[in-house]
Structures are given as structure tokens and as C-alpha cells.
T-cell receptor
Framework: DGGITQSPKYLFRKEGQNVTLSCEQNLNHDAMYWYRQDPGQGLRLIYYSQIVNDFQKGDIAEGYSVSREKKESFPLTVTSAQKNPTAFYLC??????????FGPGTRLLVL | AQSVTQLDSQVPVFEEAPVELRCNYSSSVSVYLFWYVQYPNQGLQLLLKYLSGSTLVKGINGFEAEFNKSQTSFHLRKPSVHISDTAEYFCAVSGPGTNAGKSTFGDGTTLTVKP
């Protein structure tokens, strides 16, 4: 089955801790994206990658980091510098400028 | 730069009534337009899209949208809604070569279908 997966579904972070959210796709898409969604709000772009070994900051990149070592994988690290990390995180992939295919999301909570 | 405005944050409607969710966009170049649906605690899934050609686009679950270039709008419609249509709906704009393929999303419209 082709698709995009995110893990874990729920993630708990302690103060001062870095945590990594996983995103994997087998759709052979070049582009991958990370969004943050807060209650009652739309999607805000954190980082995106158009090709392996290259990525660009989105609108709210501060406190986050990514890597794109493989076409299939685009993990997001929420660092301790992100002071308000509680949110629903969505990963997506797609062809450039075209339909985006979303994963099921990871809900990050702070202990 | 491109932007999207969804004109209604919440739309309550009774079952079997028609509904329209409004979306306006701005862009200095040609655009692709999308409507996505999000059910609680899930990711988004594509309802329909406009890339080129006919301005009336039909999507899944009986939804359709009309691209109006002069009014820069892409309103979503359904002639008769069901309880199962209750969800969050997002309008998005992107385009060939614009912003390195990024999409810009509206803030969403919560559609609540009441029995």
C-alpha cells in the first residue's frame, strides 16, 4: 500500500528535551513538508524539502530542525529552544506545487 | 506572495440542506487551487483540485467547486449534506514554480451538519 506514515501518534516531551517525529513515504515524491496545527487554526509550514539533502525553512522554523538523507524519510526534531511545542504535527509529501498527501499526524504534549 | 482567505470560520447547516464554503485567494501568478477535508485527529485528504481547464471541478463525496478568476474565488459546494460531512475544510493555493512548490492554506472552515 502506498502512503505516508507518521510515528508516534502521541509524543510526550519533558522540559529541555529534544524529541524527533518520524515521517516516511513510499509514494516516490520528491517534495516533503512539515506543518504545525494549533487548535482552531490552519496549517503553518515549519520546513520543506524539494529534494534529498536539501531543505528550506518555512514560516515558523525557529526551534525545529530537519534532515533529508533519504527520499523516503523526513524526520522533524523539536528542540528545547521551541518554548511552546504543544501542537498537532502533520507531515505531507507531493509533487512540486501539486496535491499534497498527508500523514495521520503526531500530537506532541509537554509534561 | 500568495494568500488564502476562508470567509467563514464556522458553518452550521441542517442535514440534506445545501452548503457553500467560501474561499478567496490572491496571487500574482497562475495558481492551482485545492480543497482538503480533515476529520478529528486525522491528517488532511484531498476533496478536489483545479489545475487548468474547466472551471467547474467535481470531487469526492458529492462536492464541487468553481474557479472564478475575475473574482479570485474558489467556493466549495454540496447540494445536500450528510451528518458524515461534519469536518474541517481547508482551501489551499499553490502553483507551478511559485514559492518553490509550497502551498498556502486558509485558516479552515468548520462545517457542522445537524440532524
Amino acid at each position: 500500500d502506498g502512503g505516508i506514515t507518521q510515528s508516534p501518534k502521541y509524543l510526550f516531551r519533558k522540559e529541555g528535551q529534544n524529541v524527533t517525529l518520524s515521517c516516511e513515504q513510499n509514494l516516490n515524491h520528491d517534495a516533503m513538508y512539515w506543518y504545525r496545527q494549533d487548535p482552531g487554526q490552519g496549517l503553518r509550514l515549519i520546513y520543506y524539502s524539494q529534494i534529498v539533502n536539501d531543505f528550506q525553512k518555512g514560516d515558523i522554523a525557529e526551534g525545529y530542525s530537519v534532515s533529508r538523507e533519504k527520499k523516503e524519510s523526513f524526520p522533524l526534531t523539536v528542540t528545547s529552544a521551541q518554548k511552546n511545542p504543544t501542537a498537532f504535527y502533520l507531515c505531507a509529501s507531493g509533487a512540486r506545487g501539486e496535491t499534497q498527501y498527508f500523514g495521520p499526524g503526531t500530537r506532541l504534549l509537554v509534561l | 506572495a500568495q494568500s488564502v482567505t476562508q470567509l467563514d470560520s464556522q458553518v452550521p447547516v441542517f442535514e440534506e440542506a445545501p452548503v457553500e464554503l467560501r474561499c478567496n485567494y490572491s496571487s500574482s501568478v497562475s495558481v492551482y487551487l485545492f480543497w482538503y477535508v480533515q476529520y478529528p485527529n486525522q491528517g488532511l485528504q484531498l476533496l478536489l483540485k483545479y489545475l487548468s481547464g474547466s472551471t467547474l471541478v467535481k470531487g469526492i463525496n458529492g462536492f464541487e467547486a468553481e474557479f472564478n478568476k475575475s473574482q479570485t474565488s474558489f467556493h466549495l459546494r454540496k447540494p445536500s449534506v450528510h451528518i458524515s460531512d461534519t469536518a474541517e475544510y481547508f482551501c489551499a493555493v499553490s502553483g507551478p514554480g511559485t514559492n518553490a512548490g509550497k502551498s498556502t492554506f486558509g485558516d479552515g472552515t468548520t462545517l457542522t451538519v445537524k440532524p
